[in-house]
C-alpha cells in the first residue's frame, strides 16, 4: 500500500512563535526523489531550495540523500501556499470593506467571504466577527480598522496527481494588521498551522498557537493620551509579543502586557485584575438608556482607572452593539435601540489600560412606547372660553395609538382612546383643566402594549382674557421646542426631514444645534412634516444616546398657531 506524507506540525513549545524559520515535517514516502518532493511542496525547483533544507536538516555528509521513512523539516517560506477566504460569522451596525484591488467600499454581509488583502472598518456601535479557514474566530470591535493580510494553506499533493486526495493535514497560516481599535481572538487550538496565528499592530507582532486574547492599539484618552501603544491580555494559553527581536516576551493566561516602542525595555507582564462585581446592577429596567451605578476606584487593593462595558444581543457576545470605557466613579449609561433582552461584558482597566477579567449579566429593557412630546396648549396657558381647544402632540417611534386623560374643572379624570395626534375639547366653561397621554403600540398580532405617561400639563379657561403686557410679538413664524430639564452641560437637537436623520445634498434637511438651555427656536420652519430628537453631553463629556424620534406635521396654515413642545421623558 502506497503511503502518504503526512504533515506534523511542530510547535512542542511556544518558543517556537519567536523563531525566524517556521517549518512543517514530512516523512519520505518509497521511491521518493527530490524532484518528486520538489514538485508536491516546493514553490521553485529542488535544486534551488535543497541546500537550506540540507542545512536546515543537518544532513552534512550526504546532503542530497533521502531515504524511505525519513523526517525532514521544510521551510514554510519555500512551499507553495494557497488562498483560502474567511467568512463573517455576524456584521453588526456599519460594517464596510475595501476588496483587494478596489478603491470603493461596500457593506460586509453576514455569511460571505473575505479575500486575503481585504481591508474592514467598523463604524460606532458596530462590530463584526470573522472565522478563519482553520476554525479560528475574531471580533472586531467598534472604531477598528483591520486588513486580513494572510489566509492561506500550506498543501501537500498526493504522487498520483489525483487533486482529491492531499496527502495529509492541511497546515494553515493567517496573519491580521490591526490599524486602529480593538479585536477580540479566540485561536483554535488545531496541530495543523504551518505558522502562528498573528496579530500584527504599526509596533507589534503578537502571535499564538491556540488561545484567547484581545489586542488593542491606538490612542487611549484614559491611559497616556497620545501615545499609540499595543495591548494584550491573554484570557486563557500562552501569547509571544514582540516588538523587535530583542524586545520580546511571553504572556500566560491571566496576564497581560502593554507595549510602547519608545520604552527600550518590554515590561513585564502583569496579573490581569479580576472581574468586577455586578451584583447592585438593575437586571430589569424601564428607561430608554440602561442606567446602572458607579464601579470603585479600588478592587482588591489595586487602583482601577476605568471600566469597558460592552453590550450584545447574544450571549455570546457575538453581536456586539456598545463598546465604551467609564471613567471609575461615573455612573454608567448605555442607550438602547428596542426593548428586549441584553447582554453585558464588564471588565476594570487598571494603571496601564490592561483590561481584565469580564464579569457577564443579562438585563432586559421595557420603555417603549416613551411618553410624546406635547405641542399645544402650552403648559399654564390661558385660553377664552368659548374657544376650542386643540390637544396636540408628537408622534413617538412605533406609535399606534394614544390614551388621552383629562382633567376637568370638578377633578373629574376621563380617558380616551385616540388613533392621530389631536383631540378637539369643545365649549369648555371656566376653569382649570389637566392632561397627559401615553402612547401605544402593537407587539403582537392582538396585543397592544401601553407606555409611560407624559407629565401633567395644565390649562385655564377664563370668562375674558386680560390684554397682554407690551408689544405683541409678530414673529410668528417660530417653532420654539423645549424639554425637561436634565441639568446638563448641553443638549444637542436635531431636526430633520428623514426619519432616518440622513444626510442629503440639502442641508437645511438636518439641522443639528447644540443648546445649553433645554429650549430651541426653529425660525420660519417650512409647512411639512419634520423628525425630531435630541441627547444629552454632560460636564465629563459623556453622551447619551438619542431621544426616541418624535414626528410633528406643520400645516401649511401654522402661521396662526404657536407651537409649544414640552418633553415628558427622560433618557
Known sequence: MRRHIVFAILFACLTAVAQTTDTVSIVVERDEQLGTIAERYFKRPAYVNWPEVAKLNNLKSAPYTIYPGMVLRLPVRLL????????WLAVTGNVRIVSPGSSQSSVAVQGTLVAEGTRVIVGADSSALLELPDGSQVKLLTGSQFILEESRYYRGYSRNGNSENYSGTKAFSGLMRLIQGAVETRAT?????????????????????????????????ANNAGDAVTRSEVVQGLVSAELDERRKTQVPGGFGVRLDPKVMQIPTPVA???????????????????????????QSGRAVTGYRVQMATDEAMSQVLYSQRFASGQSIRIPTQQ???????????????????????????????????????????????????????AKPQ??????????????????????????????????????????QMKTGPDVIKTGAWTAQQTFTVLT???????????????????????QVKEYEVQ????????????????????????????PDAAAGKYFVRYRMIEENGFVSGWSGTMEIDVPKDWRTLWFFLWAAIAL
Open 272 to 298: 490581569l485584575l479580576e472581574a468586577p462585581t455586578l451584583q447592585n446592577w438593575a437586571v430589569k429596567q424601564n428607561t430608554l438608556a440602561l442606567e446602572f451605578p458607579a464601579l470603585p476606584s479600588v
Open 495 to 522: 431636526i430633520s426631514r428623514s426619519a432616518g436623520f440622513e444626510i442629503t445634498a440639502n442641508d437645511s434637511d438636518l439641522v443639528t444645534n447644540v443648546v445649553t438651555k433645554p429650549e430651541l427656536d426653529i
Open 80 to 87: 507553495a501556499a494557497q488562498s483560502s477566504p474567511a467568512k
Open 339 to 393: 426593548d428586549g433582552a441584553y447582554y453585558l461584558t464588564v471588565r476594570g482597566a487598571d494603571e496601564q489600560g490592561l483590561e481584565g477579567k469580564d464579569a457577564k449579566m443579562a438585563v432586559s429593557v421595557d420603555a417603549r412606547p416613551q411618553p410624546p412630546l406635547l405641542q399645544a396648549p402650552r403648559n399654564g396657558e390661558k385660553l377664552v372660553q368659548g374657544s376650542d381647544v386643540t390637544l396636540l402632540w
Open 189 to 221: 487550538t488545531a496541530t495543523d498551522r504551518a505558522k502562528p496565528l498573528r496579530i500584527q499592530t504599526p509596533t507589534t507582532v503578537v502571535g499564538v498557537r491556540g488561545t484567547d486574547f484581545r489586542v488593542t492599539h491606538g490612542f487611549d484618552s
Open 464 to 486: 375674558k382674557l386680560d390684554p397682554p403686557d407690551g408689544k405683541v410679538d409678530d414673529n410668528y413664524r417660530v417653532l420654539h421646542l423645549r424639554w425637561t430639564d436634565q
Open 398 to 439: 412605533g406609535a399606534t395609538g394614544y390614551i388621552v386623560e383629562i382633567q376637568d374643572n370638578t377633578q373629574k379624570r376621563t380617558q380616551y382612546s385616540v388613533e392621530n395626534t389631536q383631540y378637539d375639547l369643545r365649549n369648555l366653561s371656566s376653569g382649570s383643566y389637566s392632561w397627559r397621554i401615553a402612547a
